[in-house]
């Protein structure tokens, strides 16, 4: 007991201080050191190692924005000036649509990048000196979609033939046009201090001498994170003209070093393999979540994993120490075991972020080693040949048995016509991409519209049964906090809707579960299933002479 509880503790202190370093190196992100010198009140030459920004001379600006197949330019030669904003205002946010050609080369699966100039009016980027600019690919390249047909119904002679072109180029990467380009200038007017730059601003920067000072040139910025799945259009050969959406707001310094970070980290988990589409879903919470709430649910997602962790290891000993099945309705595991396996096939099939998918698969691992034990399986090899061979029953758990067997009885009236008109329903009126996706997801509406009915047998085992003692106590109340974690990030990470009332309709079993334990206190002077009493006094070695 003592070396579990002290590996407990051990992992609850390396979680403190995994948060107080996150919160010491969110700090340093947001928090930048300013010139020493011109804190002290110390300017122009006086302020010596000190790099001062331009914007502060106010100078007079023009944003202009250039499309081209090449991924460097060296004079104005085959560029499109698509946007041009003269009198450029920095401190005043914009949103403008323009239609932009689109060359053959790009629509053979070929790549447009766009080039933005920030510089001074009136005269041209290439010839001003101290102009600033960036680039952005506005293709990107992704596996388009699957089109979902009606099963029954089918599909005209004209979409068949469509349909048959484009079968053995569904699985190719095709370019996609990103109608959305986001635009920042760093506002502030900081003083940097030249001998400790921060390196993640300093990439952006361009400097310049003037007189006997140093000074930075505006810092622009794209904001990567803001280019979004939803926002990208396959592009098809016969396509001549596109929509980009162009935007700009000014941003500070401490979001604008945040934000850098968070398009490093999202580039890094591309790096390791992770998709568009899962890291769109990272975008989605940095982009489509309030800053004060992002870090509220940095640390409800430290928490939710450290609960995962305590779940997971308190749930795996108290099945690994189970001996008898006594007051455990057998049916709830098998159940819970064919609800988590068909929630990992459903969520994989609609391609979900592995922020969902990762952990589900997890779940589903482990409840099938849980039914394993409740059935008391045991699997010997005959060479290749495995044999299944099930354990015995004592009469204590046979009438647990009959009691999970006569709850099912009741529940099957009700839960089965539920289940197959509700297929039936989807098979007339929903549209899938295959036979495979219909049937995983009827089988998933079942699991998410009336699953928490298939908990209900392990209620009534506990009523007739007036005890609780046998459920994993700790276990559960782990999930049942990663359970209310789940209600917020419900609204965070996408998902799809059924998954996301799911975790709603947990809360309410919960709170049964609850009543039901104040309901029927635990008696202490009862031996539990390892032969334990709490109240049992512990025996004493026999003293010898």
Same mark, same amino acid.
């Given at each position: 007991m003592l070396s579990r509880s002290s590996f407990t503790s051990l992992v609850v202190g390396v979680f403190a201080v995994y948060v107080a370093h996150t919160c010491w190196v969110m700090y340093g992100i947001v928090y930048t050191r300013p010139c020493p010198a011109a804190a002290a009140g110390g300017g122009g030459g006086a302020a010596a190692g000190c790099v001062w920004p331009y914007l502060s001379r106010r100078p007079k600006l023009q944003l202009s924005v250039y499309t081209t197949t090449r991924?460097?330019?060296g004079a104005e030669s085959n560029i499109d000036l698509v946007l041009n904003v003269e009198d450029? *205002?920095?401190?005043? $946010? !914009?949103?403008?649509? +323009?239609?932009?050609?689109? %060359?053959k080369k790009t629509r053979n699966n070929g790549t447009l990048y766009a080039y933005i100039f920030l510089h001074h009016a009136g005269i041209l980027p290439w010839h001003d000196g $101290?102009?600033?600019? +960036?680039?952005? %690919?506005?293709?990107? /390249?992704?596996?388009p979609k699957p089109e979902e047909i009606n099963l029954l119904t089918g599909e005209s002679a004209t979409q068949q033939i469509e349909a048959e072109k484009q079968t053995n180029a569904l699985d190719e990467p095709v370019s996609h046009w990103r109608s959305r380009l986001t635009l920042n200038?760093? +506002?502030? *007017? !900081?003083? !940097? *201090?030249g001998s400790s730059l921060p390196a993640d601003v300093h990439r952006y920067m361009k400097m310049v001498q003037l007189g006997k000072t140093v000074h930075y040139l505006p810092i622009l910025f794209i904001d990567q994170l803001s280019n979004r799945v939803k926002d990208l259009m396959v592009i098809n050969r016969s396509?001549?003209?596109? %929509?980009?959406? +162009?935007?700009? *707001?000014?941003?500070?310094?401490g979001k604008l070093r945040f934000w850098i970070h968070m398009q490093d980290a999202v580039y890094s988990l591309q790096q390791f393999g992770f998709s568009e589409k899962d890291a769109d879903e990272v975008k989605g919470i940095f982009v489509d979540?309030?800053? /004060?709430?992002? &870090?509220l649910t940095f640390f409800v997602a430290a928490f939710h994993l450290l609960f995962d962790f305590l779940a997971f290891k308190n749930d795996i000993s108290f099945w690994k120490k189970k001996r008898s099945m006594i007051g455990m309705s057998t049916k709830a595991v098998l159940w819970r075991c064919f609800s988590t396996v068909v929630i990992f096939l459903f969520l994989l099939d609609e391609q979900t972020s592995l922020l969902v998918l990762i952990p589900a698969g997890i779940g589903a691992v482990i409840e099938l080693w849980k039914v394993k034990k409740a059935l008391k399986m045991t699997i010997k090899w005959q060479g290749l040949r495995p044999k299944v061979q099930f354990g015995t029953y004592s009469d204590s758990e046979k009438k647990t048995e009959e009691y999970d067997t006569q709850a099912m009885k009741y529940l099957s009236y009700l839960l089965y016509p539920l289940c197959i008109g509700g297929a039936g329903y989807s098979l007339l009126n929903v549209k899938y991409k295959s036979w495979y996706s219909w049937l995983i997801n009827s089988f998933v509406n079942g699991v998410y519209a009336f699953g928490f009915l298939f908990m209900l047998p392990q209620l009534f085992v506990n009523y007739k049964m007036k005890s609780v &003692?046998?459920?994993?106590? $700790? &276990?559960?109340? /782990? $999930? &049942?906090?990663?359970? !209310?974690i789940d209600d917020i990030f419900a609204f965070i990470i996408t998902m799809p809707t059924s998954h996301r009332l799911a975790c709603f309709r947990d809360d309410v079993v919960f709170l049964v579960y609850l009543y039901q334990r104040w309901l029927y206190p635990v008696d202490k002077s009862r031996v539990n299933e390892y032969g334990e009493s709490y109240e049992e006094k512990p025996k004493k070695k026999a003293h010898r002479e």
């Open positions: 991924s460097s330019i450029f *205002d920095i401190e005043s $946010k !914009f949103e403008r649509t +323009v239609n932009v050609s689109v %060359p $101290k102009q600033v600019h +960036v680039v952005s %690919p506005l293709t990107t /390249y992704m596996v200038v760093m +506002v502030e *007017d !900081f003083v !940097f *201090d396509t001549t003209e596109l %929509p980009l959406t +162009v935007s700009y *707001d000014k941003i500070s310094l979540t309030n800053l /004060y709430f992002l &870090a &003692a046998h459920l994993p106590w $700790k &276990a559960f109340t /782990y $999930k &049942a906090f990663n359970t !209310f």
